[in-house]
T-cell receptor, first 111, second 112 residues
Framework: GENVEQHPSTLSVQEGDSAVIKCTYS??????FPWYKQELGKRPQLIID?????GEKKDQRIAVTLNKTAKHFSLHITETQPEDSAVYFC??????????FGSGTKLNVKP | DAGVIQSPRHEVTEMGQEVTLRCKPI?????LFWYRQTMMRGLELLIY????????DSGMPEDRFSAKMPNASFSTLKIQPSEPRDSAVYFC??????????FGPGTRLTVL
């Protein structure tokens, strides 16, 4: 199966700063790379995703970059806000079905 | 759209009892997934269905766990007999023709 590592496990930033979370994976067959946000006691929700034929995707303050050769992809959040505080999971997968979730990064945005 | 519906939201039971978790996917979605989330093991895919047929159950922990999807709008995950180590949040998710999996609110299971 897929071996997924996510770093850092916790990240504390000041409001307005940028945050970057990195995810490495082992299965070169993975072709779909989503990031999920989970607030305390809530369900995981997709915030951004990228497919293997694309190197970067941006949606307002959030971006994802993919390096398929090195088998890692990263989540970038700019101009962080307190409501960005949550746990973020990467979940590389195959054909949008079989996801392997990382262990999560707890992001704390200090006002 | 009501989103993915799960019931019950909370379940407390005693070791050895049978537990049944229920899920109603988003109407029109033909993929359904069952996940388990614990502090120790994180989020794990247990099983997924396509058009009511189980496709991959390699994540099902052991024979005590079983899942069914009798029709396109209903699925169950059953644990019999339950054990304290089964305590977790169980999520159901569904997917249509897009690549996005939509998660339900989860069922928090506590086995005493």
């Amino acid at each position: 199966g897929e071996n997924v590592e996510q770093h850092p496990s916790t990240l504390s930033v000041q409001e307005g700063d940028s945050a970057v979370i990195k995810c490495t994976y082992s299965d070169s067959a993975s072709n779909y790379f989503p990031w999920y946000k989970q607030e305390l006691g809530k369900r995981p929700q997709l915030i951004i995703d990228i497919r293997s034929n694309v190197g970067e995707k941006k949606d307002q303050r959030i971006a994802v970059t993919l390096n398929k050769t090195a088998k890692h992809f990263s989540l970038h959040i700019t101009e962080t806000q307190p409501e960005d505080s949550a746990v973020y999971f990467c979940a590389p997968g195959l054909n949008f079905n079989k996801f392997y979730f990382g262990s999560g990064t707890k992001l704390n945005v200090k006002p | 759209d009501a989103g993915v519906i799960q019931s019950p939201r909370h379940e407390v039971t005693e070791m050895g009892q049978e537990v049944t978790l229920r899920c109603k996917p988003i109407s029109g979605h033909d993929y359904l997934f069952w996940y388990r989330q614990t502090m120790m093991r994180g989020l794990e895919l247990l099983i997924y269905f396509n058009n009511n047929v189980p496709i991959d159950d390699s994540g099902m922990p052991e024979d005590r766990f079983s899942a069914k999807m009798p029709n396109a709008s209903f699925s169950t995950l059953k644990i019999q007999p339950s054990e304290p180590r089964d305590s977790a949040v169980y999520f159901c998710a569904s997917r249509g023709r897009t690549d996005t999996q939509y998660f339900g609110p989860g069922t928090r299971l506590t086995v005493l």
